[in-house]
């Protein structure tokens, strides 16, 4: 018999978070999901326990209009068929082109700020147009080192440095303690195909040189 427990699969750290951090059965959750791996796995994790747990789920995608026309299209394709799959409900906006751009350029912050900002208000209000209790956001552990260096960097204090936050207010993480090898042994073990958004790629943008 081993002396070391084995880890925990991610359905189980998915389930501990929900009952760890009070999130009570027949809460209704609304997914922010874009077709990435960690957002489809958190979609699919959560419709897992969707009867287990009584979870009224709904999910929303947001096209912040900085992509060429073709990604975007069959990334909401997929999004669209990936949520009909799953029977649950989509709301999605796509904002005009080269809106996030000028935004950025007029308020001087990046355009990661940016865009950051208008998603998680397009979020907000999604969540309470649906009556949704919580916001279910696809962050796992990678992003929360990535994040701490991302601060570092910008000259954060102590203060600036614990990363972020694991839940606050309606916004809630359950993937936080998942590193992303797990995230991708799951979608892999379950033959689940997911995108890769282009700018994730793009070096200009500091969490991507990070």
Not at 89 to 118: N, Y
Request: charged share 25%; hydrophobic share 35%; with cysteine.
């Amino acid at each position: 018999m081993s002396s070391t427990e084995d880890p925990l699969t991610v359905e189980q750290q998915v389930l501990g978070y929900l009952q760890g951090y009070g999130i009570a059965p027949g809460s209704a959750l609304l997914v922010a999901f874009s077709g990435g791996p960690d957002s489809l796995c958190l979609l699919s994790v959560l419709h897992g326990l969707r009867s287990r747990y009584t979870l009224r789920l709904s999910a929303a995608y947001l096209d912040h209009g900085i992509r060429s026309g073709g990604e975007t299209e069959e990334e909401f394709e997929f999004v669209r068929k990936t949520c009909s799959a799953m029977d649950v409900d989509l709301t999605w906006e796509r904002l005009p082109g080269g809106l996030v751009q000028s935004r950025s350029g007029a308020e001087g912050g990046s355009t990661e700020e940016v865009a950051r900002e208008m998603r998680y208000k397009f979020l907000l209000r999604t969540a309470a147009d649906n009556a949704c209790d919580y916001i279910a956001l696809g962050h796992t552990a990678d992003d929360q080192v990535e994040t701490v260096i991302m601060r570092f960097f910008q000259g954060a204090g102590l203060g600036g440095l614990p990363g972020i936050p694991r839940i606050r207010e309606k916004l809630i993480r359950p993937l936080i303690d998942c590193s992303r090898a797990q995230i991708l042994d799951y979608l892999s073990g379950r033959r689940l195909e997911y995108l890769t958004d282009s700018t994730n790629r793009d070096g200009r943008y500091l969490r991507n040189a990070i």
